[in-house]
């Protein structure tokens, strides 16, 4: 999402970047975080279509900003596309079953190919490409894994509405990374290792939100990550481990979008959401939060094949 973990207003933007705009502050990010979280909620308990729709649109738009950052590099990507194959993505990752998945994406690669013959003489049709291949992997798939979440108890033998659990939790450990290296880094920080990428960004907010991220998966485990009858599904080190990862990843995952925007010399992927800036802004963390969450509880925790 994220915050910028950091801090302090720090040095001037880099000449030719976007400055951060005005509604960045505290009190728009607490509006709309308390305007957001009950939302979030009923759409992770109602679970099927409902979570399924809230995934696929936070998809289209994280998409439409991805793209409108690369046309502003001169590349063109392939925007409906794009768009469709991540809707298609997040959809499979609904229907993991859909039969002739292999023959739908083989299509797509070729469509996406054969439509830059439409344009012999555009410079950079090979990057143009990759972009378009590239936003539907980072923004589609990454993205998917909020469905996989939801719909894992069909596969690890719990029941469905234990799904919502699952989900809020990754929100919550990837959110208390944000919200400690936010806090910690506005208080304390003064060391700026990735001024290249960001320079808000600050060593001391890193270290507080990896320890918040393990304070915010300790609370998650005791409060809700357990069976209706009560059965733990979390041991301590399974706490530790998915804290730890979510603190690392979860910052990874936030400077690769701070990269992107520096690269494409853009402040917030877009003003969309008061305080936060885009949805690429405020899920940003979350693309490689709950891959990790999902991950670990499959294969550690439930021991889904």
């Known amino acids: 999402m994220s915050p910028e973990a950091g801090c302090d207003p720090g040095p001037a933007p880099v000449e030719g970047r976007k400055a951060k705009s005005a509604s960045w502050s505290l009190g728009l990010r607490v509006a709309s975080g ?16 409902a979570f399924l729709g809230f995934v696929a649109l936070q998809t289209l738009m994280g998409l439409v900003e991805f793209y409108r950052m690369m046309r502003a590099k001169g590349h063109r990507p392939v925007v409906w596309l ?4 991540a809707f298609a993505v997040v959809v499979l990752a609904y229907r993991p079953h859909t039969p002739n998945v292999a023959f739908l994406a083989t299509a797509a690669l070729m469509l996406v190919l054969a439509l830059a013959l439409r344009h012999p003489g555009r410079r950079n049709i090979v990057e143009s490409l990759a972009v378009t291949a590239f936003g539907v992997l980072y923004v589609g798939w990454l993205s998917a894994h909020f469905v996989l979440l939801r719909e894992l108890p069909w596969r690890a033998g719990l029941d469905y509405a234990d799904g919502a659990r699952l989900v809020l939790y990754a929100f919550l450990v990837t959110w208390s990374c944000d919200v400690g290296a936010y806090f910690v880094g506005r208080t304390l920080g ?7 990428i960001s320079p808000r960004k600050t ?10 991220a393990i304070l915010g998966a300790w609370i998650g485990g005791r409060v809700f990550m357990h069976s209706a009858t009560g059965v733990a599904w979390l041991r301590p080190w399974d706490v530790l481990a998915i804290g730890a990862l979510v603190g690392v990843c979860g910052q990874v995952g936030d400077l690769v979008e701070s990269l992107l925007k520096r690269d494409a010399e853009s402040g917030d992927s877009s003003d969309l959401i008061p305080g936060h800036g885009g949805v690429l802004d405020r899920f940003d963390s979350l693309y490689f939060g709950a891959p990790i969450v999902y991950y670990y509880l499959r294969v550690v925790v439930f021991q889904v094949p």
Request: glycine share 18%; hydrophobic share 55%.
């Open 34 to 49: 308390v305007l957001f979280v009950p939302l979030l909620i009923l759409l992770a308990r109602a679970g099927g279509l």
């Open 190 to 196: 003064r060391t700026r290792p990735w001024g290249a």
């Open 203 to 212: 060593l001391e907010g890193s270290i507080g939100g990896f320890f918040f």
């Open 82 to 85: 794009g768009q469709a194959s």
